[in-house]
């Protein structure tokens, strides 16, 4: 088993096992998809992830994928990625008909981890709702806060954030400080605050399906 630079804004390779499968995906999800593969002891999948803060820079994701997707081909029996459009404009999917290559279903990971059915019943009533993700949680100051570059430009908030009600907090995991956090965000932000657990929604099913 080999890992490699598991951080929040680096490229890493998770190899566990027989590498049949390879999964291309979001450095976001990275600690969930090697918790789920560890804990479900599937041999199947090699992990490559991208860095997470190319969500600031979407522009970046699909050339990405395409290098990656044309290393990969014939290397593997099948690839599958892990993002959902995540600001590409469609890009992503026109791409992966272009190469041939499945994607899990949905938008983004909120809708994912929700179940997009589930997902789907709440959105009226979410319309002004930022959503956070353990993931989100943990990374909340570097990710948002500086990332958003409300640490040197406070004044900036009400631009990013002033039609926004609530911070709706979808955990994967049940862990109180990872709940601390996702409160404070809250707090720091001004807005309400909600607690959802959605554990590994269908991240977990479609890779269980794929194992």
């Known amino acids: 088993m080999t890992l490699v630079n598991l951080k929040p804004s680096d490229e890493f390779e998770f190899k566990p096992g027989k590498g049949e499968v390879l999964l291309l995906a979001c450095g976001a999800l990275a600690r969930e998809i090697v918790d789920l593969i560890e804990r479900n002891r599937w041999q199947a999948f090699d992990l490559q992830c991208l860095p997470a803060k190319w969500h600031n820079t979407p522009d970046r994701i699909v050339p990405a994928l395409r290098e990656k997707i044309r290393e990969a081909k014939g290397r593997y029996k099948s690839i599958f990625v892990l993002y959902g459009d995540c600001g590409t404009g469609g890009m992503l999917d026109q791409l992966l008909v272009e190469e041939g290559i499945e994607r899990i279903a949905g938008p983004h990971c909120y809708a994912f981890f929700s179940g997009n059915a589930e997902f789907a019943r709440h959105a009226d009533d979410d319309v002004t709702s930022f959503y956070l993700t353990d993931y989100l949680a943990k990374h909340f100051d570097k990710l948002i806060w500086v990332g958003l570059g409300l640490d040197r430009h406070p004044e900036l908030l009400p631009m990013y954030f002033g039609n926004y009600r609530k911070i709706v907090y979808l955990a994967q995991t049940r862990d109180e400080e990872l709940a601390k956090k996702a409160m404070a965000a809250a707090k ?20 269980g399906r794929r194992a």
């Not at 720091?188 to 991240?203: A, H, I, K, S, W």
């Open 188 to 207: 720091r932000l001004g807005l309400g605050y909600e607690y959802r657990f959605t554990g590994y929604g269908e991240l977990e099913t479609d890779l």
